[in-house]
């Protein structure tokens, strides 16, 4: 079952801008993850924020986490149309296994 | 460069047919994950493997999806009988448990049953 909730579905957005999305999840968790996938490919890990942690940074990519509303957002700053996939995030509980949402779709525009 | 690997990249296979997938986790790693994704169900987690016991198949069909690591450097998934609605992209991942559970995912199987 599906833990993580993203938000928007698909996100559209021009080179240069800004990306933001949002995951919402329902029980308590050790760490919430984001990955990325490209058309045809598998997911590739971006960032990992623990529950003890409110943001963290990697270049473009900035994740931050509300434990108080289950609620992690991720900013990409500076979009560039390589950054054009889908992006899921994944939460992990206390059994070792993932529960991936369902993803938003960012296509960026040249 | 460390990846997962799997085989085949492609398969397509009539209804009834026996299918196996495999896997090839990155050296090291001591969990390994097998994944369905389609359109409308999304990611789903079908059996994850830790030091090559069993942990969880509860997300698998019991009755014609099996998982096995033989050794350590293969994991495989295999459908018997096959049907169409196992049509769907198979990720196989690995992972060290006590490095926060960073999965490394493989390139998929895309697999089509007529």
């Known amino acids: 079952s599906q833990q993580g909730e993203e938000d928007p579905q698909a996100l559209s957005i021009q080179e240069g801008e800004n990306a933001t999305m949002n995951c919402s999840y329902k029980t308590s968790i050790n760490n919430l993850q984001w990955y990325r996938q490209n058309s045809g490919r598998g997911l590739v890990h971006l960032i990992l924020i623990r529950s003890n942690e409110r943001e963290k940074h990697s270049g473009r990519l900035r994740v931050t986490l509300d434990t108080s509303k289950k609620s992690s957002s991720l900013l990409i700053t500076a979009s560039r149309a390589a950054d054009t996939a889908s992006y899921f995030c994944a939460t992990d509980t206390n059994d070792y296994k993932l529960s991936f949402g369902a993803g938003t779709t960012v296509t960026v525009r040249a | 460069d460390a990846r997962v690997t799997q085989t085949p990249r492609h398969k397509v296979t009539e209804m009834g047919q026996e299918v196996t997938m495999r896997c090839q986790p990155i050296?090291?790693?001591?969990?390994v994950f097998w994944y369905r994704q389609t359109m409308m169900q999304g990611l789903e987690l079908l059996a994850y493997f830790r030091n090559r016991a069993p942990l969880d198949d509860s997300g698998m069909p019991k009755d014609r999806f099996s998982a096995e690591m033989p050794d350590a450097t293969l994991a495989t998934l295999k459908i018997q009988p096959s049907e169409p609605r196992d049509s769907a992209v198979y990720f196989c991942a690995s992972g060290v448990m006590d490095r926060g559970n960073e999965q490394f995912f493989g390139p998929g199987t895309r697999l089509t049953v007529l």
């Open positions: 050296l090291g790693h001591n969990t």
